[in-house]
């Protein structure tokens, strides 16, 4: 049955089982001649609340010649009181369960079965859905007829500290303004409990905290109230809990770094490799080593920004070894090496210590970076959201590694088992082969569309096949130049025919004589150092072999080692010009300064003191005895010596 007569627009939406303003709307598209769901009802404008300038629109359902144009009647509802806050969901319900029982008229029997098949639909009685139905009407369906009435002291501070506090304030006779003063300590209160160690225990310990506080400041101020009265409602502690992040921003911070506020970034702005970050993955899943030792793999990942693709390099540790520069470099390499990733212009990295290497690839990344953009970045310490890797290791858990066999879960204390008490099954196949199952899942991976923020709707493999169609090519890099960027170098003296390093002989044929070389320590264990031979450029050197006393090997080889240093002496002499040494010292000589001799200072023969000089050979020398004088001379020594011998016998 259709309801007949002038109706507003609240009556309208009833009837069509529409919202007031879609109602309105129609109304206001008929009047100006445009039909409705087909439809072209007679609208016409009245006096009454609910338009704008005291005007309204009426429509009638019925025959329009049955219509009275020139009567007037003014509608007029009461309006309705002001609902309380939160009420939306409520009024929507309410006009949910009435909206049936409205399309008919006022007294129907279809009115009174609508209303009785919805009072056991919905567990009301008839009685209130009678009263929301009457209520509505009345106030020409007004939203806030469906709703509670607003309390008439809505807005005020019924409640200062807590009801059974406020009570036994307002029993012993204390005014309001010291309660007010009191809710308001006990407000602060809250909020230093909260920024206390005591809000590690939860929401509890905060209320036993306070209440007795509350009750030493009462005994302060000599205040004497019922011990009953000193209690805190569990809302009235939870609404200022947001004053705990204090606490934890001061003995948490990786959890006070999860709260920060952030940033938004499109890197759908970017090309590929503009942007790549870098960080370590240890894989939640087991497996052998070849000699059936259990080991959980590693990835070394890099993200490209502007793709949101992943390169992987997946590590099988040696037992007690973790990841090192060795692993890190080997997969960069990799990287610049595969024809769809190349060169990045910009690193974001991790800062452990197997980064470190990377520094050395500053200049070279200055290059190539875009204008005003740093090369390489280092992430904040134990911030995971400043690394939009990290997010992409979770999905990739999800995704991918936790499909496969061997998966343990990200809990190590409490592993996924297939068998209670035992521990997690190993995965079944070689490192070779779950290597293979693992491109494979994330190759598919990178198909899957992605669900939120700017790359919504486009997959990773997508987005970079665009970007190739865009024109958009890769950098590449020499591999022996960027392998030996990565070398530490060092000067070392050849001696001998060889130079040490870490305290191992390494030889080549054509290191200089006793001369300073550049070295290239390499990061890769087992690798042989590189040496920059003058004229020649880099090379690899050999370990200094050892062999047998009687082995031949030893003398060709060192035949070789000396016909090698030959070479390089006769190299040596063909490289430099024959000095004349006898004409540089007679050029010498002759340009040494020439002076006459003065005159001595005593003539020794002629001065009068020459005999104070006597003994010290200013005279002429001594003669020389004679054959017989020698021998007269010695027997008289000889005559000396017996008398002396006779002397000292007595």
């Known amino acids: 049955m259709i309801a007949s007569g002038w109706l507003g627009a609240g009556e309208f939406a009833a009837v069509m089982n529409i919202t007031r303003r879609a109602a309105t709307d129609a109304l206001k598209a008929m009047a100006k001649g445009k039909p409705w769901r087909g439809e072209l009802f007679t609208v016409r404008t009245a006096h009454g609340r609910g338009g704008a300038s005291g005007s309204t629109y009426q429509v009638y359902l019925g025959d329009p010649s049955e219509a009275d144009e020139t009567a007037l009647i003014p509608i007029s509802f009461t309006p309705a009181p002001a609902a309380a806050s939160n009420q939306a969901a409520r009024i929507e319900r309410r006009l949910m369960i009435i909206s049936e029982a409205a399309k008919y008229p006022r007294g129907s029997a279809e009115r009174a079965a609508e209303l009785e098949r919805a009072s056991r639909q919905f567990g009301k009685p008839i009685r209130t859905l009678r009263t929301w139905l009457a209520n509505a009407e009345k106030h020409g369906w007004d939203a806030n007829a469906l709703a509670y009435k607003r309390p008439s002291n809505s807005g005020e501070q019924r409640v200062f500290v807590s009801r059974p506090f406020d009570r036994a304030w307002r029993a012993a006779g204390l005014d309001d303004a010291a309660l007010a003063d009191m809710g308001e300590w006990v407000t602060r209160l809250i909020n230093g409990l909260w920024q206390s160690e005591a809000q590690r225990a939860g929401w509890g310990r905060i209320q036993l ?86 080991v959980w793999p590693t990835m070394i990942g890099f993200q490209d ?36 990733w190349g060169f990045p212009r910009q690193l974001y990295r991790d800062n452990g210590s197997e980064f470190f290497a990377f520094d050395r690839l500053r200049e070279c990344m200055a290059e190539i970076a875009l204008d005003g953009v740093k090369p390489i970045i280092n992430a904040k310490a134990y911030s995971g959201a400043s690394k939009q890797i990290e997010s992409k290791f979770a999905i990739l858990d999800r995704q991918v590694f936790s499909q496969m066999l061997g998966y343990a879960g990200s809990n190590r204390m409490v592993k996924k088992t297939q068998t209670v008490g035992k521990p997690p ?76 390093v870490g305290g191992v002989k390494w030889r080549h044929p054509e290191l200089p004589l006793r001369r300073k070389v550049e070295i290239a320590r390499p990061y890769r264990r087992g690798a ?29 080889a060192s035949s070789r080692v000396q016909c090698a240093q030959v070479r390089g002496v006769k190299a040596l002499r063909k490289d430099a010009i024959v000095p004349d040494l006898a004409a540089a010292m007679r050029e010498r000589v002759t340009r040494l300064p020439r002076a006459t001799t003065p005159n001595p200072v005593i003539e020794f023969l002629t001065a009068q003191d020459a005999p104070k000089f006597e003994g010290d050979r200013i005279g002429p020398a001594p003669r020389a005895l004679s054959a017989e004088e020698e021998n007269v001379r010695r027997q008289n020594a000889k005559l000396r010596q017996m008398e002396k011998y006779r002397a000292n016998r007595a």
């Not at 809302?235 to 770094?257: F, G, L, M, P």
């Not at 070779?432 to 994330?442: G, H, K, P, S």
């Not at 198909?447 to 890769?474: L, N």
């Not at 042989?528 to 003398?555: K, R, T, Y």
């Open 528 to 556: 042989a150092p590189l040496v920059n031979l003058p004229g020649l450029g880099w090379a690899a050197m050999q370990h200094d072999e050892f062999w047998h006393p009687q082995e031949i090997g030893g003398a060709e």
């Open 425 to 500: 099954a190993r995965y079944p196949g070689s490192f070779e082969e779950f290597v293979a199952e693992a491109e494979l899942r994330i190759a598919d991976w990178h198909g899957m569309t992605i669900k939120s923020g700017p790359f919504k709707g486009t997959s990773p493999a997508q987005c970079f096949a665009d970007h190739v169609d865009s024109g958009w090519r890769p950098i590449t890099a020499d591999p022996f130049a960027l392998d030996l960027a990565f070398h530490q170098r060092e000067a070392r003296t050849v001696q001998n025919g060889f130079v040490s």
């Open 209 to 294: 905290e306070a209440h007795t506080l509350m009750q030493l400041e009462c005994r302060k101020r000599d205040i004497a109230l019922p011990k009953a009265a000193f209690h805190l409602s569990k809302r009235r502690i939870v609404e200022r809990s947001h004053h705990r992040i204090v606490d934890i921003y001061a003995n948490d911070r990786k959890r006070a770094d999860d709260w920060k506020h952030r940033i938004t970034r499109n890197n759908r702005l970017l090309m590929p490799m503009d942007q790549v970050v870098m960080d370590v993955k240890p894989l939640d899943i087991v497996m052998s080593r070849p000699d059936g030792s259990e």
């Open 305 to 340: 920004n502007a793709t949101h693709r992943i390169f992987y390099h997946f590590v099988m540790k040696r037992k007690g070894e973790g990841i090192t520069q060795e692993h890190v470099i080997g997969a960069f390499i990799d990287m610049v090496m595969h024809p769809e």
